[in-house]
């Protein structure tokens, strides 16, 4: 794995573990895509594609540029029609750039490159930067835009990168949307000659409606376990734009990066910005394989490094339970019952701050409110460091509702215009966090927080989207890079959460899954996956979630909760799957549900271990079938867990086929230690080529049927 320069033909080379990535320097010295895919040994043959960058073809030279134009980097060059990556205007008035090879740098250990490009008529370089990492066929790429000159330059686009791949061929494209309640739904169709565009436009969010993620597979043949998948993740929080096009000339592209709607930036001398980073790779084992590939990423780079290998504690969470309806007495006894049951952190949610009994009022005035809390949140914390569990506690820094003392003494700190009226979303204003007054009160508060209060995990919440992009007494310069600085802001934030309190657990919370995605990975241990626990939804939820994220980290509402008319079973084997949180109310429960909800709690913990850290396949999928049969594979291959589930059937027939299991040791022997069906697996020692070509027989017959089996290496 290295990154490799071929002077003789201008050749730059990105090889990693099982793929290869090249471009070369054309004619013009322009960086053009070469080849992406499966790996190539021996760099001469490479060579072979330079020959068309450097010879003009019979007749018009145009053809020959727009055969030949899949530019690193499109910045507005001659007869290249595509998405731009790059769109600028000069303080002379002249769009675009035409950018050539100034130098480059390889890092020592060959796992860096930095290309510097520059325009050869103006003050203008970009530098792009590409990473690579031990054992993964993923590349990292963000490019640095730099003012070299005494003249403003205004970026009016900005992308990340562009990404070509083998003409003449077909592809699918994958990508998720949905809406609250219904985010992750698994969208696929083959890509139509034009430009399909994925993008978010709410300002303050990544999604629910839309992650910033893409996938394409030639020919649409691609599946859980076997085939070529090219795939990319945007490393975004805000609005986002990833532009998939096909050519009339059969050439295909993904652009991707911030959203040019909203946002532009003006560089002054020696100014420069710096994209999002986005990842990016290529696999032959399907969709599965890219899910292997985004899970190493996330645990050995991506995640907080000192916590991204422990697992998520048992959660109970107190909004189930009584909403804003909370007060000492009430949230004490729901401790006690928790510790009973074995939860390892009792989190406080909405409804802790003064006169906070609906959501009209009280949003921004973080502290405890005095009568329903007469001895502040502390002592919930000294109650439950004294049974054994963690304390944590619910927080939306963003937003104010406007009957808040915040609001009252600071009216002028809320995103707004001047002449048009103020717009609510669930009766909260978005605090402008581009301003620094604003972005260290924020800071201030939740320093105080965790500090006076002992917390041990946050719970970050974000419940509307932006309407109003004004701010008064910014400069016209603010103003169009507002957009960009409020997310910036909050990275700072997070960061800073991460530097000063390293053990502190971190639930990144949206209203549901509208910050799942790679920018906010790196600095949470927990996503709220959806605000939907409807066991039937779940099942779709956590299969679109799961195929980019891992799952310890899915979180939102009790993933093991009380919903009626669904089956015990049912809900504990989902409960399994993700991060286990108790949705029920405690204090209501008979004590046969109690002991019902303790016993499953230890036996999570027992099997945590193989199930957070594990890669998952999606053997059979929710969206396609009234079953789901998914497969967690520990990572080292030792042990794995087979979750089953009916939901949907309609009339009845045979059993389900045999389910071919995927990702074992062929030659190693595997027992049955846990079978939640007492079907004819318990006990059985089965060699993993006989699972992987001869398969299961799960007992799925009947709506809410599910199974759960546990096996070990053995041999």
Same mark, same amino acid.
């Given at each position: 794995?290295? +990154? =490799?320069? %071929?002077?003789?033909?201008?050749?730059?080379? +990105?090889?990693?573990?099982?793929?290869? =990535?090249?471009?070369? /320097?054309?004619? %013009?010295?322009? $960086?053009?895509?070469? =080849?992406?895919?499966? &790996? +190539?040994?021996?760099?001469?043959?490479?060579?072979?594609?330079?020959?068309?960058?450097?010879?003009?073809?019979?007749?018009?030279?145009?053809?020959?540029l727009r055969t030949n134009n899949q530019y690193e980097y499109r910045a507005g060059e001659p007869y290249s029609y595509e998405e731009q990556a790059l769109d600028l205007f000069y303080s002379d008035g002249v769009r675009g750039a035409q950018l050539a090879y100034r130098s480059h740098v390889i890092s020592a250990d060959g796992r860096a490159l930095a290309i510097e490009l520059a325009d050869g008529q103006y003050p203008l370089s970009v530098t792009l930067r590409y990473e690579i990492y031990p054992d993964l066929d993923l590349i990292t790429r963000r490019a640095v835009i730099r003012n070299e000159g005494s003249e403003p330059l205004h970026l009016r686009k900005m992308q990340s990168a562009s990404f070509h791949f083998p003409r003449g061929v077909q592809y699918r494209v994958t990508h998720f949307a949905g809406n609250w309640g219904a985010e992750y739904q698994k969208q696929q169709e083959m890509l139509p000659p034009c430009r399909t565009v994925i993008q978010n436009n709410h300002g303050n969010t990544s999604g629910p409606h839309a992650v910033p993620f893409f996938a394409l597979d030639p020919w649409g043949k691609a599946d859980d376990t076997s085939g070529e998948v090219f795939f990319g993740t945007l490393h975004w929080s805000g609005d986002f734009k990833i532009t998939c096009e096909r050519t009339e000339l059969g050439a295909v592209s993904v652009t991707a990066g911030v959203n040019d709607e909203q946002a532009a930036v003006t560089l002054h001398s020696g100014e420069s910005y710096e994209t999002p980073e986005i990842t990016a790779g290529f696999t032959t084992g399907g969709f599965g394989g890219m899910s292997e590939q985004l899970y190493d990423f996330q645990l050995d780079h991506l995640l907080p490094q000192k916590r991204a290998h422990n697992v998520i504690p048992v959660i109970y969470n107190s909004w189930y339970a009584y909403d804003f309806r909370i007060d000492e007495e009430k949230i004490l006894g729901l401790m006690d019952r928790a510790a009973e049951l074995g939860v390892e952190l009792f989190v406080i949610d909405d409804g802790w701050m003064p006169g906070r009994d609906c959501d009209s009022k009280g949003l921004g005035d973080w502290v405890p409110d005095p009568l329903r809390f007469p001895n502040g949140l502390r002592v919930f914390a000294e109650r439950a460091h004294a049974q054994g569990m963690k304390f944590g506690l619910w927080i939306e820094p963003e937003m104010v509702n406007p009957d808040s003392d915040l609001f009252r003494a600071h009216p002028d700190w809320v995103l707004q215009s001047e002449s048009r009226p103020q717009t609510t979303s669930r009766n909260q204003l978005v605090l402008n966090l581009a301003r620094e007054d604003v972005l260290a009160y924020v800071l201030d508060v939740l320093d105080r927080t965790i500090q006076e209060n002992e917390l041990d995990y946050l719970k970050w919440d974000m419940n509307r989207y932006i309407t109003d992009w004004g701010w008064p007494t910014g400069s016209k310069e603010q103003r169009e890079k507002l957009p960009l600085t409020m997310i910036e802001n909050i990275y700072g934030i997070w960061t800073h959460l991460n530097e000063a309190y390293p053990d502190l657990l971190l639930e990144n919370c949206a209203h549901g899954g509208a910050r799942s995605d790679y920018g906010m990975v790196r600095y949470t241990d927990r996503i709220n996956r959806s605000d939907?626990?409807? $066991? *039937?939804?779940?099942? /779709?939820?956590?299969? @679109?979630?799961?195929? /980019?994220?891992?799952? &310890?980290?899915?979180?939102?509402? @009790?993933?093991?909760?009380?919903?009626?008319?669904? $089956? =015990? *079973?049912?809900?504990?084997?989902?409960?399994?799957?993700?991060?286990?949180? +108790?949705?029920?109310? /405690?204090?209501?429960?008979?004590q046969e549900e109690l002991n019902a909800y303790g016993a499953s709690v230890a036996q999570f913990k027992r099997e945590r271990a193989d199930l957070q850290n594990s890669y998952v396949y999606h053997l059979v999928s929710a969206w396609n079938s009234p079953y789901a049969v998914w497969q967690y594979v520990r990572r080292d291959r030792q042990a794995f867990t087979v979750f089953g589930f009916c939901f949907g059937r309609h009339f009845p027939d045979d059993r389900m086929a045999r389910v071919r299991l995927t990702g074992l040791i062929p030659e190693a022997f595997y027992e049955c230690v846990v079978d939640t069906c007492s079907s004819e697996v318990d006990g059985q020692r089965y060699t993993g080529e006989a699972l992987m070509q001869i398969g299961l027989q799960l007992p799925l017959e009947r709506n809410y049927d599910s199974v759960r089996l546990v096996f070990r290496r053995v041999m």
């Open positions: 794995m290295s +990154i =490799y320069y %071929e002077p003789d033909h201008a050749l730059f080379c +990105i090889q990693t573990a099982h793929t290869t =990535y090249a471009f070369a /320097l054309n004619a %013009e010295s322009r $960086p053009v895509h070469l =080849y992406w895919g499966a &790996k +190539i040994q021996t760099l001469s043959d490479l060579a072979l594609l330079t020959g068309n960058l450097h010879v003009e073809t019979n007749g018009d030279s145009s053809f020959r939907n626990a409807t $066991p *039937a939804d779940v099942l /779709l939820l956590h299969e @679109g979630f799961s195929t /980019l994220f891992v799952p &310890k980290s899915a979180g939102g509402a @009790g993933t093991f909760n009380g919903t009626p008319g669904v $089956p =015990y *079973a049912f809900r504990e084997n989902l409960g399994f799957t993700g991060s286990m949180s +108790i949705g029920v109310n /405690l204090l209501r429960c008979s």
